[in-house]
């Protein structure tokens, strides 16, 4: 039995839509993190999604913010929000999954957001695409072995994860995607990226 449908979570006053995947054997899920100004039907993530759950993954994709407060640019990276955001969508999936490995996938602001919640919550790995790891607390707390990927092209956001990088003191490696932008938008460039945090994902929540 699978079960994949639209997901309301409910944080504090506040409904935030999802999707959750998960088969009857998946033993791990790994919870999305959006970048500014994106959400659960974000392509690029969705595509992602569809490589994770094919090896065989359970994803929840939900959105960090409510359409009214996307509104608000600076909601957008107020990295204490969607850190504690994370941080509750993640206890509400683990109330009725109880012994989930969980994984985040974040890209861009929602890597910091990952990285974040990953210091006030126990996850078991996580992913950042194209990610502002240096805009999260705390880095040197992150327990979680954490995969960095950064496209070629991507000059400034390949130094501010270096920096990040070096804070992180758990299994922890840095992938630079050739010729790629900061969205992966050339061809096979995304591909790349899902194959990576598959085999991360695997590696650690199977």
Same mark, same amino acid.
């Given at each position: 039995?699978?079960?994949?449908?639209?997901?309301?979570?409910?944080?504090?006053?506040?409904?935030?839509?999802?999707?959750?995947?998960?088969?009857?054997?998946?033993?791990?899920?790994?919870?999305?993190?959006?970048?500014?100004?994106?959400?659960?039907?974000?392509?690029?993530?969705?595509?992602?999604?569809?490589?994770?759950?094919?090896?065989?993954?359970?994803?929840?994709?939900?959105?960090?913010?409510?359409?009214?407060?996307?509104?608000?640019?600076?909601?957008?990276?107020?990295?204490?929000?969607? $850190?504690?955001?994370?941080?509750?969508?993640?206890?509400?999936?683990?109330?009725?999954?109880?012994?989930?490995?969980?994984?985040?996938?974040?890209?861009?602001?929602?890597?910091?957001?990952?990285?974040?919640?990953?210091?006030?919550?126990?996850?078991? $790995?996580?992913?950042?695409?194209?990610?502002?790891?240096?805009?999260?607390?705390?880095?040197?707390?992150?327990?979680?072995?954490?995969?960095?990927?950064?496209?070629?092209?991507?000059?400034?956001?390949?130094?501010?994860?270096?920096?990040?990088?070096?804070?992180?003191?758990?299994?922890?490696?840095?992938?630079?995607?050739?010729?790629?932008?900061?969205?992966?938008?050339?061809?096979?460039?995304?591909?790349?990226?899902?194959?990576?945090?598959?085999?991360?994902?695997?590696?650690?929540?199977?």
């Amino acid at each position: 039995m699978k079960e994949n449908k639209e997901k309301s979570v409910e944080i504090d006053s506040v409904t935030l839509g999802g999707i959750l995947n998960l088969s009857k054997n998946a033993k791990g899920v790994v919870i999305f993190a959006h970048g500014s100004g994106s959400s659960r039907f974000s392509p690029r993530n969705n595509f992602v999604a569809r490589v994770l759950q094919k090896a065989g993954l359970g994803t929840l994709l939900f959105d960090l913010l409510t359409e009214k407060e996307d509104t608000v640019y600076e909601r957008r990276f107020d990295i204490d929000l969607l $850190a504690d955001r994370l941080v509750k969508a993640t206890k509400w999936f683990s109330k009725d999954h109880k012994n989930f490995k969980i994984g985040y996938f974040g890209a861009s602001t929602g890597a910091a957001a990952a990285l974040q919640a990953a210091t006030e919550i126990k996850v078991d $790995a996580i992913v950042s695409r194209g990610g502002r790891p240096d805009l999260a607390k705390n880095l040197e707390k992150v327990k979680a072995p954490t995969l960095l990927i950064v496209g070629g092209y991507d000059d400034v956001v390949i130094e501010l994860n270096n920096k990040a990088y070096e804070k992180i003191k758990v299994k922890k490696k840095l992938v630079i995607v050739p010729k790629a932008t900061h969205l992966f938008e050339e061809p096979g460039a995304l591909e790349k990226v899902a194959d990576l945090a598959k085999k991360w994902f695997v590696k650690y929540l199977s």
